[in-house]
């Protein structure tokens, strides 16, 4: 099973900072990983496939980058909706998996 | 637009059975792969089982597999997800999601909102 760990576990930045989160998987995943936000109280939703594939209406200050065993997702300045929690997904080899999660607060 | 609506969650006793069903709308259904996620309330995501567009691909998470079978009925557009055996480790809010395109990536497009299922005596 690939594990995927996510880094740091709490992000405490202020509106308009870059936010930059890590995933690292443990064995090579190629580009076959997915970043998802999650809202208290809602489900999760995808941002970036492949790795720096931004999803349908995902806004252009999320941007995702990596191959191999290590992944970064960038916020370029962040946005109060963006504060969150941000899981990233490996589809390399079954079974799929996913990280612990991220949480970005408000500093 | 596309809509996943979960039910069947409920609370039941351990050893208990239960059956998921997620019908979907909006979309072509019989075109996508479609999965099942867990989540334990605060805790992260998990996932279950996937099924492709024809079902004729199905993978399961070794904490459920001989226990959980996931199926399809594409004339109805829904999916199931039958819950044998349950133990009080499967307690989580379960979401039906689909695959972002129809090519079977098992990426996650669009998620239901998810059904909470209780095992507890």
């Known amino acids: 099973e690939i594990v995927l760990t996510q880094s740091p576990a709490t992000l405490s930045l202020s509106p308009g900072a870059r936010a930059t989160l890590s995933c690292r998987a443990s064995?090579?995943?190629?580009?076959?990983l997915a970043w998802y936000q999650q809202k208290p109280g809602q489900p999760p939703r995808l941002l970036i496939y492949d790795a720096s594939n931004r999803a349908t209406g995902i806004p252009a200050r999320f941007s995702g980058s990596g191959s191999g065993t290590d992944f970064t997702l960038t916020i370029s300045s962040l946005e109060p909706e963006d504060f969150a929690v941000y899981y990233c997904q490996q589809r390399d080899n079954w079974p799929l998996t996913f990280g612990g999660g991220t949480k970005v607060e408000i500093k | 637009e596309v809509q996943l609506l979960e039910s069947g969650g409920g609370l039941v006793q351990p050893g208990g059975s239960l059956r998921l069903s997620c019908e979907a709308s909006g979309f072509i259904f019989s075109n996508y792969a479609m999965s099942w996620v867990r989540q334990v309330p605060g805790k992260g995501l998990e996932w279950v089982s996937s099924?492709?567009?024809?079902?004729?691909?199905?993978d399961y998470a070794d904490s459920v597999k001989g226990r959980i079978t996931i199926s399809r009925d594409n004339s109805k557009n829904t999916l199931y997800l039958q819950m044998n055996s349950l133990r009080v480790e499967d307690t989580a809010v379960y979401h039906c999601?689909?695959?972002?395109?129809?090519?079977?990536?098992?990426?996650?497009?669009?998620w239901g909102q998810g059904t909470l299922v209780t095992v507890s005596s």
């Open positions: 999601a689909q695959d972002v395109t129809d090519y079977h990536t098992y990426y996650f497009g669009y």
């Open positions: 064995q090579s995943i190629n580009n076959y």
């Open positions: 099924i492709s567009a024809s079902a004729s691909a199905i």
